[in-house]
Structure formats: structure tokens, C-alpha cells
């Protein structure tokens, strides 16, 4: 199986280089100083699970001219989906999956508009983990994968990849609600984002004040209601699920919008709570909690705020 991994970030990059590590044939397509230290040195993972160590892979910054990959892991910030998606159409073969492992519920439609042919899958990945410097990746905590076709049919190129996952040691399920599942980590997912990115403080400080806590629960229970008027049928208690998974978090765990907001880079802020508004708005749903956190993070959306 060859994948190529477009975005090699935390997300892409650490489950990249566990694939390689179990013998995929795996490429990364990456710029700047992470490309050139992945060709120098390989690409790198220092986790506080399993260690640090090393594996082998092609990285390139274009991938035309080379052999069609059978899976792309499409990693990259949801802002770039467009523009990503495009570059790649010379690696596709017409059964390629484009596996969507991104922030946000309709990156996937964006996939299928840009690319056809069924290409797009949905997926959902669970890990945190980010480029700690050029060529390496710091992996914290968790590490495993959903994915689904869209349509909910069982695929066998989709069971190729489980099995990649699972001779990899990564946790890998194939599910045929994978809209359902997309939701629910979107509910956290935005949460966890807009709160550790707001209060600059990670989930145990969140998890300590109570008021701070309270705000985490409201703006998950306005995503569920907008989830509700949009058709999805989420799991019966999805928003007391997600607050008892987040008081699993260790409590140092951040977010990537955290992340990106001190070091005064773009936000995912449209993708997710800019999203949630402008469907709450459509649909007539209340989202006040949420256009709170928007309108603080707003000033940052493009990097470091004017002024």
C-alpha cells in the first residue's frame, strides 16, 4: 500500500511515521525547514508513550511524477483544504481515498467538490500531538483513527487501511455513521480549542474553576443542538460523553488552537465556531456561548492581532 501524507503536522506526522515504522510505504509531502530535515534526518517521533525514534520516508513538496498513491492521510489546517486538495489530483488513481483526519464537519464535502469521483473519506483522528521542531514530532498522549466511507458503505480499500493501522499498533475502527462521529469529536474538538485558547491554560485549570468549566459545558450543548437541527443523530447524553472524556484529559493537555494562537499563527476559528454560527444562524438556533468565544478569538484569526 503506498500513502501519501499531505500535511505532516502532528496529526499526519506522527501516524505517517508510525505506519513507515511497520513498513508502509509511506510519502510526506511537507515544505520549508520541516521537508529538508525529514530528508536529512528522517522524520522523528519523541513520544511520552513509546519513546523517541526514527523512521525512513520520501518527503517531497510536489507530488507529480510520482507513482499514484492508493491512500492520502489529507492533514492539513482546514483553512488550506481547498488548495491542498487541488495540488494533489496528480497522485490520485480513481480509487484513490482521500482520508479527511482534519478539524471541523465539512471538510469532506469541500474534498468531493474539488476532487470527485468518491475520493473523499471521512475520518476522525484521535492524538495529540505536534511538530515540536523542524523534522520532529512530540506526541503526548492517545493515537487512534475512525474512518468511513460517506455513502456508509463497507469499502475494501477501507479495510486495507485498518489493517495498515492496526500492524502499525494504532487503534483503527471503520464505521458506517462516520457524519455521527464527525460531529462528536466536533463538539469537543471545539470546546477544548476555544477554551484552552481563550484562557491561555490547559484543560486541568479549565476543569478547576468552575464557572470556566460551566462555559466549556454550554457552548458543547449548543453544538449538540445545532447538530440536532442539521439531522445528525448523535448518541443519547453526547454532551455529558464529551465532558467525562475531557475530564479524562491529562491536565496539561492544550489544543492546536492554543498552540497557533501564542505563536501568533492562523486559526481554524471559521472552521469551527465560525461554522457553528453562521448554521446556528440559518437554522435558528441560540449559540450565544459560542459567538462569545468567536468574537474574543476573532482579533487572532489571521495570526497576530493588528494594534
Known amino acids: 500500500m503506498r500513502v501519501l501524507v499531505v500535511g505532516a503536522g502532528g496529526v499526519g506526522g506522527y501516524f505517517g511515521a508510525r505506519l513507515a515504522r511497520a513498513g508502509t510505504d509511506v510519502t510526506v509531502l511537507a515544505r520549508g525547514a520541516h521537508l529538508e530535515a525529514i530528508r536529512r534526518e528522517g522524520l522523528r517521533v519523541r513520544s511520552a508513550v513509546d ?19 492508493d491512500v492520502v492521510l489529507f492533514c492539513v489546517k482546514s483553512f488550506d483544504t481547498e488548495a491542498a486538495a487541488s495540488s494533489i489530483r496528480p497522485a490520485l488513481a480513481p480509487d484513490t481515498a482521500v482520508v479527511s483526519l482534519q478539524n471541523g464537519v465539512d471538510n ?40 468511513g466511507e460517506l455513502d456508509g458503505r463497507a469499502s475494501a480499500r477501507l479495510q486495507r487501511l485498518r489493517e495498515a493501522f492496526v500492524t502499525a499498533g494504532v487503534p483503527a475502527e471503520v464505521v458506517t455513521d462516520i457524519r ?3 460531529w462528536e469529536k466536533y463538539l469537543m474538538i471545539t470546546a477544548q480549542a476555544c477554551m484552552t485558547a481563550i484562557t491561555r491554560a490547559p484543560i486541568g485549570a479549565i476543569r478547576a474553576v468552575p464557572e470556566t468549566w460551566r462555559m466549556y459545558r454550554l457552548i458543547t450543548e ?4 445545532l447538530a440536532k437541527a442539521e439531522g445528525i443523530r448523535l448518541e ?7 465532558l467525562k472524556a475531557a475530564e479524562g484529559l491529562a491536565p496539561e493537555a492544550l489544543s492546536s488552537m492554543y498552540h497557533d494562537l501564542v505563536h501568533g499563527r492562523r486559526l481554524e476559528l471559521e472552521a469551527l465556531h465560525g461554522r457553528a454560527l453562521r448554521v446556528g444562524q440559518r ?19 489571521d495570526g497576530r492581532a493588528a494594534g
Open 108 to 147: 469532506e464535502d469541500t474534498l468531493d467538490r474539488v476532487l470527485g469521483g468518491a475520493h473523499a473519506v471521512g475520518g476522525v483522528a484521535y492524538v495529540f500531538a505536534a511538530i515540536e521542531s523542524p523534522g520532529v514530532i512530540g506526541h503526548r498522549l492517545a493515537g487512534r483513527v475512525v474512518f
Open 222 to 225: 449548543e453544538l449538540a443542538a
Open 283 to 301: 437554522l435558528g438556533v441560540p449559540t450565544p456561548t459560542v459567538f462569545a468565544v468567536y468574537a474574543a478569538l476573532k482579533p487572532h484569526a
Open 51 to 69: 519513546g523517541e525514534w526514527t523512521v525512513e520516508v520520501e518527503a517531497v513538496s510536489d507530488p507529480r511524477g510520482r507513482p499514484p498513491a
Open 236 to 242: 443519547p447524553g453526547v454532551v455529558d460523553a464529551v
Open 180 to 182: 455521527r462521529v464527525l
